[in-house]
């Protein structure tokens, strides 16, 4: 399987919403991404990191990025990216990184292609420093692909945490109009609160 992604590397960037090269579609993931993230410069954990396009933007706000990948093309393409963070070659569904060590775990397109996404979930929550929060961009997407948002809450909800659900069907993120299911999942393990003190709504958002 590495295999085949360390092929997608070469040309992964050129989709708008994986290479963020036009200024709108970036300035959109800033928006969205900031609205959610605690402030820099809290430590990131971006899991299946791809390229390193998320953890170039995060960077460049302050962030201290930590990312893995396990298509050893795509880590090097990250490091090339962004040499300001460090990038890891491993497992994003068990990653070897510091138990309770990150204010946020990031990951965007890779809970659908877990074996095991509870146990993924939960091992990344693990992760998480007290007051940190997971943030998961996922879809159910045209090609048949990927996770309804109802799936992705049940799954994060069972692994323990409290989720909000955002729905982004704006063309601004995808580069084009898209037709299918996509959306911004926010989960705070239980017990949790957020720098209010009070945890996120349980409720389901629409955009």
């Not at 990216?81 to 497992?91: I, R, S, W």
């Not at 091992?123 to 799936?151: D, H, I």
């Not at 084009?176 to 957020?194: A, F, H, N, T």
Request: glycine share 10%.
């Amino acid at each position: 399987m590495s295999e085949l992604w360390d092929a997608e590397a070469v040309t992964f960037d050129n989709e708008p919403d994986h290479g963020l090269a036009d200024p709108g579609t970036r300035a959109a993931w800033r928006e969205l991404l900031l609205g959610v993230l605690p402030a820099a410069p809290a430590r990131v954990a971006d899991l299946g990191c791809g390229t390193g396009t998320l953890s170039r933007l995060l960077v460049d706000e302050g962030y201290d990025v930590t990312g893995i990948d396990f298509s050893a093309e795509m880590v090097s393409r990250a490091r090339a990216k962004v040499p300001e963070a460090t990038f890891l070659l491993g497992d994003a569904a068990a990653p070897a990184l510091e138990s309770g060590g990150y204010d946020v775990v990031l990951s965007r397109h890779v809970l659908w292609a877990m074996p095991d996404p509870q146990a993924a979930v939960a091992n990344w929550l693990a992760l998480l420093r007290p007051g940190g929060v997971a943030v998961l961009v996922e879809g159910s997407w045209s090609t048949g692909a990927g996770l309804t948002a109802a799936q992705a809450e049940r799954i994060v909800r069972a692994a323990g945490a409290q989720v909000v659900v955002t729905a982004l069907p704006e063309a601004v993120y995808w580069g084009k109009v898209i037709s299918d299911e996509r959306y911004l999942l926010v989960g705070r393990p239980i017990g949790q609160s957020d720098e209010t003190g009070q945890g996120p709504d349980t409720a389901t958002q629409q955009a």
